[in-house]
């Protein structure tokens, strides 16, 4: 028989609410930007120069993906684990291009 640790149990918890609530807050504001584009100020000095409604898709799409995941791990799908650790990378990757 076999039992998983509290602390596993616990730290998988907590990444996996804290997934979803990144990707909550990310869609949300992929949603702002695509409804109304003049919310976030805008520089010439961007690495990646997107339109801003541009970038709101980005943001709801990884939102959304990163959200899915999130809760799936909290459910304890296995595949969630691998998923997960993947798209928190490429969100904190776009999260800084995102950045002028």
């Given at each position: 028989?076999?039992?998983?640790?509290?602390?596993?149990?616990?730290?998988?918890?907590?990444?996996?609410?804290?997934?979803?609530?990144?990707?909550?807050?990310?869609?949300?504001?992929?949603?702002?930007?695509i409804f109304n584009q003049d919310f976030y100020v805008t520089t010439p000095n961007y690495v990646?120069?997107?339109?801003?409604?541009?970038?709101?898709?980005?943001?709801?799409?990884?939102?959304?993906?990163?959200?899915?995941?999130?809760?799936?791990?909290?459910?304890?799908?296995?595949?969630?684990?691998?998923?997960?650790?993947?798209?928190?990378?490429?969100?904190?990757?776009?999260?800084?291009?995102?950045?002028?």
């Amino acid at each position: 028989m076999r039992s998983d640790s509290g602390w596993a149990v616990g730290f998988t918890a907590f990444a996996a609410i804290m997934m979803a609530l990144m990707g909550f807050f990310q869609a949300s504001m992929g949603i702002v930007a695509i409804f109304n584009q003049d919310f976030y100020v805008t520089t010439p000095n961007y690495v990646f120069a997107f339109d801003v409604g541009t970038w709101g898709w980005i943001h709801l799409i990884l939102g959304v993906l990163v959200l899915a995941a999130g809760l799936s791990l909290l459910a304890g799908a296995t595949w969630a684990r691998a998923v997960g650790v993947v798209l928190a990378a490429f969100s904190a990757i776009e999260a800084f291009v995102f950045i002028p």
